[in-house]
């Protein structure tokens, strides 16, 4: 049997990962590749993969408005990839979907691909689209607003509510998580943060800072359209002069209550 398989991920060194790991597997073809969400439905409509290897994360459109995007009647086995554990994995079990946490392990990726060989020797039926849609459904549901913050640090699991971070800052493809006391790297970027972290909670006040207003102990206008914000911690954060429109409707609603 020979599968036609796509690619889709942001990461150019993701993308050959799995290509490298897929050199085991002589019965599968890769016959495209994409690195965004729109990319990925022109390709996926015009070639008809079998099997779809599908990052959950990228920069724009997730890998379920991929999916949502599809005729769910025709979707491909999917094995969904990601460094982002907090998307509700469970899920993942529950709907009987595999998924492969980054970075890919040889063992791990074989025993997801000979699962969905086996699933694709099955005629594919409205039992696994129905898997799919309920998998969507579960993560769009928890994921609404983001509570806790699951890490890892020397094979331990840690969490971390989202109330008691002070402020998140930029690091690259990671943000650092600043308590009262600590600092946590955490793997996401300002702009997921932005969107998953309470809206009445947390303000976006320069590219590389979310402040939690429960922690702004005093905040300054400076000249230049700039605020400055002393946080409980001690630290001052400077915003950048463009968000000033966002910071003024935000103290409106929410720093009076």
Do not use: C, W
Not at 238 to 253: E, G, H, W
Request: a negative charge; hydrophobic letters at 40%.
């Amino acid at each position: 049997m020979n599968i036609k398989a796509v690619i889709v991920d942001d990461e150019f060194l993701a993308r050959q990962r799995i290509l490298k790991l897929l050199e085991a597997h002589d019965d599968i073809e890769v016959v495209a590749e994409a690195k965004n969400a729109e990319q990925a439905i022109d390709v996926i409509h015009e070639r008809e993969p079998d099997l779809l290897f599908l990052d959950i994360q990228m920069p724009g459109q997730d890998g379920f408005y991929v999916l949502r995007r599809l005729n769910i009647k025709k979707l491909p086995i999917t094995i969904f990839t990601t460094a982002y554990d907090q998307f509700a994995l469970d899920a993942f079990q529950v709907n009987a979907l595999d998924y492969l946490l980054k970075p890919f392990e040889q063992d791990r990726f074989d025993e997801s691909v000979v699962r969905a060989k086996d699933q694709l020797r099955l005629e594919r039926n409205s039992v696994y689209n129905k898997h799919v849609q309920n998998l969507m459904d579960s993560v769009a549901q928890n994921d609404e607003v983001l509570k806790t913050f699951k890490l890892k640090d020397k094979g331990r699991e840690l969490y971390v509510k989202a109330d008691d971070v002070q402020f998140l800052e930029a690091a690259g493809n990671y943000v650092v998580l600043h308590t009262s006391d600590q600092q946590y790297v955490y793997r996401a970027t300002m702009n997921q943060m932005e969107s998953t972290l309470d809206k009445e909670e947390f303000l976006r006040i320069h590219r590389s800072f979310l402040v939690n207003r429960r922690f702004v102990k005093s905040y300054q206008y400076l000249t230049g359209n700039e605020f400055n914000f002393t946080m409980k911690n001690g630290k001052d954060l400077r915003s950048a002069k463009s968000q000033k429109p966002v910071i003024t409707q935000f103290m409106d609603l929410y720093f009076t209550k």
